[in-house]
Every structure is written in structure tokens, then in C-alpha cells.
């Protein structure tokens, strides 16, 4: 029995089905870490979290198999034990686990317990869930092993001390979302440490997987839910914490306290994460986009700058009769002030070209808002062809209000492989674009000053598909809009319950109408960074043919 312990919290990234890349960074913390009794790496590292259907291959779980066992053999020479998060197989179930390597062997499994199933999270129809597990015993000390979910709820860590556990370790893959990590810690981690009197690691991974993007932010509390150790969010880091026998409770000695984000700049953050990690991951040389000059493609260039460094992005301008001179300089002035490569592309040819090409179709019918799609669609179409021709990711810059209500052009506006806006409403996109112009972020590769005209924020928003147009020319004012919007999806309320706020209630019935009708466009629409509680694809999953209204 020993009296003193270091266990290595590994807040890595991790990349989904790479169990090699996975296990190599794996081997290689371990050999940094030569004086350490353990090393703890976040939930599933060995396959990548989420790994939705891919974790129903069985060559993955026999690839995953092999991998654990390569690590375990890791573990024979000098260094830590290890704590593995993987997927295992048992008659012919399979779980999310956690494996003990210590002396070249595998020397104890745990499963989860809690399987999510909500938001963003498809357990149950993967895993199945394990039995209330027992501590493992590790150098005299018994320590719990909770899987993420399962310190959201008393049970599995109740039990943990019911059966002796002196020390939770508990490994997470808890996404990102606003306000999150005071949940994650005030909510959850210290409501069971009080509740047990057991201290707890809690490890978290970081990096951007798709839409979702993982902080990090990792903690340790002691007994009496003290905080002794406070990781960096957003970064990989490895830190040794050092702990001590004291009577009968195990007590960590403080360490590095880390201020995380405030907001916005943990929304900008995760933006670059989300970004960086996607484009980076599959392999695109850079991303473009097109810079109209307006706030949504201002905010786009300056998150893709930040998060790939100005060499790899790509601005395209693609003025029409229609769009002024003010837009024309506002876009240079963005592209100037970022360092990137900016091109102009007229797309008056082409549009000449779709009006002869449908004059007869078109005859007997009145110019309308066809006309204005097909502008968007060809800078779609031009957009995707310098994607296609160089192999730069196209950047689509739509926001969430846009999105909710369908104000925006299915295979014109919309065309793209990624979006940083999509869970982003447009006030937030003002705040983030007049906080990025005063600030640079901890990530940001970008310029230290401003990175877009103070114009480009002040302006009225405008598609400037026609003369004089303003997004109030077609929707509610954003200071209504928004608020309206989170009622109707974060809150799911009613048009009654908006109407008991204030809002009109004709405007709150057209546009809960727009939300609805506009779901097959969404359905169409490309990945973006998931930033709040409920975003368009994996939070929340509407039928497209609907016909119910709340009035």
C-alpha cells in the first residue's frame, strides 16, 4: 500500500477511428511521463468520440482489441499504468469502457453505465449499459470509475462509495456549449463530491469532431470540493497531479489554477476549433469564401483566418448591379486588414446569360424573388468551381436567424462544405464581430487588430439582391427576431407563451410558420459548429412534412 500517488491527467485530442494515430499519442504521453503511477486519458481515446455508427464495424472492435493490447504491452517497462477509454465486445454487446494497463496487461475493464440519448448523443443505440461497476484497486488505493455520463446522476457514484471507492476518476467526452463548464463543474462534479465526500478527477478531451467541439477545461476537486487543479480549456496539456494518503481520505496538493474563457471569446474559440479540426482532418489545402462585405462573410474570414492562418483562405467578391460601392470597399477593407488573397468575379455575364437562356420560359411572368435566387446560385456555382478547380473547402457564411426562417438560397447561398455561423443568431454574429475588432483570441493565427471595417458592423444588413434591399424589409428586426427564435427552438414554446412575453402575435405565427416549412432546406444544409443547446441537425431533429402548428 502507498501513501502517495501521481496520476497524469492527458487532456488530449483525438481523432475518430485513427486507433493507431490514437495509441501512438497515447504511448508517447506515457513515455513523457516516467515517474508517474498513472496516466489517464479521456472517454473512447482509443476510437474517437462520438463514433456513432463506425463503433458497429466489427473489423473496428477487432482494430480496437489489437490497439488496447499494443498499449497494455506499453505498460511492461518503466512508467505509468494507464487508464484507456475504448469499445468493448461481450457476447455479442458492446460497451463503452475503460481498461486498467499496468505490467504489459490489461488488468481490469469498468463499463458505462448512463448511456445519453439526446442532443447530440446516440448511445442506447449502440451500447449497451454496464453493471453498477465496483472500484478497481490500484497501489492500495480503490478508485471509482464513473464514465462521464455517469456522474450526471447519483447512482453509479453512490454505489462507487457504498463498495469503498476512495477516489473518482472520471473520464468525459462532454461537448461544448455556452456556459457549459460552470454546469460541467458547479452542477455536476461538486454536487457529487459533496454528496460522496470523494475527491475526483474529471478529464476531459478537446478538439473539434464535425459539427461538435470538445473544451477541454478539465478540474480536480478534493473531499471537500475545493478546486486543486483547473486545466486550460481548448488545448491539449498534460499535467501531473500529486496526491496524499491523509488519514483515511486521498487529498490532491494544489496546482495550476487556469482562467478559462469568458464570453464571447469562448464562442469565437470554439468556432476555430470546430473549423481548424474539420478542414485540417479532411485534408482541404485552405477554404474560400464569398466576401459580399457584408457582417456574416466579414465574421467567416476572420474565424477561418484565425483558425488556418491567412495563407489558406481564400476571399471571392462577385458583385452584381445590385451591390454598392460601400460593399465593394468594405469587402477590400476585410480583406486588406486579414492579409488574404481577394478576388472579383462579376457575375453580370452569367446573370445576362440565365435571362436569355429563360426569356421565353419567363415570358408572361413578373420579375420576383426567382430572379434574386438565381443570382445567389450562380455565385453558388461559381464558388464551388474554384473549389472543385484548386480543392479549397467553400466556407458557407449563413447564420442561425437566416437559417430558422429560410432566409437564404438552397444551393446558392447555402453551397458549402462547412459553416462557423450556423448556430449562431445574428446579434451574437454583432457581438463576436465587434468583440474579434477590440481583441484577438487565444487561438487566433489572424491579425492582433481589427479585422474588419467598423462599417461592416454598422450598416443594416442587406442580401442586395435588389434595389435598396434590408433583411427588415422581409423579417422582424434582429432585437425581435432572435429572442422570438429562441423561444420557438431552444425554449420549444409556444406562439401563446411568446404572445405572454410581448411579442405580437402575428409575427410570432408567421414566424413559427417559416421555422417549420424551412426544415427541408435545413436538411440540406452543410456541418457547422455546434454552439448552444439545441442546433439544426444533431440537437434538433424535426420532420420536414409537418403539419402541426402550436395555434
Known sequence: MTDKLIITMAQLTQSVGDLRGNADAMIAAHGARPDSDLIVFPELQLIGYPPEDLVLKPSLWERAEAELNRLAVATAGPGPAMLV????????????????????HIQDIRYKVELPNYGTFDEKRLFASGPLPEPIEFKGCKIGLPI???????TVCEHLKASGAELFISVHGSPYEIEKDDMRLGQVATRRVKETGIPMVFLNRVGGQDEIVFDGASFVLNGDASVMHQLPDWDETIVDTHWSREGDEWKCASGEIHQLDDHPADIYNAMIVGLRDYVNRNRFPGVLLGLSGGIDSALSAAVAVDALGADRVWNVMMPSRFTSQESLDDAKGCAEMLGTRLDTIPIGPAIEGFDAMLEDSFADSNVDITEENIQSRIRGVTLMALSNKFGHMLL????KSEMSVGYATIYGDMAGGYSVLKDAYKLTVFKLSSWRNRNKPSLGLGPDGPVMPETVITKPPSAELREDQKDSDSLPDYEILDPLLHGLIEEELSVNDLVGRGFDRETVVRIERLLYIAE???RQAPPGVKLGTRNFGRDRR????????TV
Open 85 to 104: 477509454g475504448s469499445v468493448f465486445r461481450e457476447e455479442d454487446r458492446l460497451y463503452n469502457g475503460i481498461a486498467l494497463l499496468a505490467d504489459g
Open 148 to 154: 462521464c455520463e455517469d456522474v450526471w446522476f447519483p
Open 396 to 399: 458557407t457564411t449563413g447564420n
Open 520 to 522: 427541408y432546406k435545413r
Open 542 to 549: 424535426y420532420p420536414i412534412t409537418n403539419a402541426f402548428r
